[in-house]
């Protein structure tokens, strides 16, 4: 039998500190899986996943958890934190390390609204639509994507330029109530001062990033860094002439979109445009 291999001098992971923290917290408690369901709510079986590092867990359970263990779980929320990341898929972690340090940011959408523009109801709508998923898992995954907006809030936001293809403003929700809430979320971020928002008119016709969504972002020492993604894979692009392809491409398509306050009118128009038919008095 071959020697097992060494975990030594490996470096534990957020995920895995957060499952120990969580098993530690439990067993001093003196209490069972399934008290502890009882007093969260939470299924037992997603509580072992939880501590066994299967499942990151949400800000919902993690706040559940907090406040049976009291003061001595007052660091659980940030531990949550810094394992979210672990949501998503390491091809997408580098990614997410470069746009942490971004100062600037282009992006092009195709398949749907941004991911930083995206409202909580409309998200969910995405996650349910492309697999079957729990309510846990979903919860985790709507969290993980809704923490990532903190990009454009924070005191040293980056500037972030976003063109939509007209067609992500023609898919609408389900619930007209959630398209409603997106689009009004929509017009508040272009009221931040460091972002700017573009519609593409499929009248604009054909140009070079056509069914494929694009993000650009610039870094403090001056390089830059692209993703490509569609609705099944995708693929982070450092050299710099692919990046520089990319670039130019955008700015053609930059200046076919609308303006920026044309853009904000056609989106009002839209949100007009979905507003319940008064009821007739006649």
Known sequence: MGARKSNAGQRPSARQMLAKELARLREESGKSLATLGEETTYDRAYL?????????????????LSAVYGAAAEHLTMLWQLARGDAFADKYKRFMQLEAKATVRYEHAVGAIPGLLQTEGYAREVFEATRARDENDLSEEIAARLGRQELLQREDAQHFRAVLDESVLRRKTRDPKEWTKQLEHLLEACQLPNVTLQVLPFDAGPHGLMGTSVTILWLPDGKAVAYTEDAHSGQLIEDPSEVEKLRLSYDLLRDLALSPRDSVAFIERLLEENKPCAPDQT
């Open 48 to 64: 072992h996943k939880l501590e066994t590092g299967t499942r990151v867990g949400s800000p919902e359970v993690i706040a559940a």
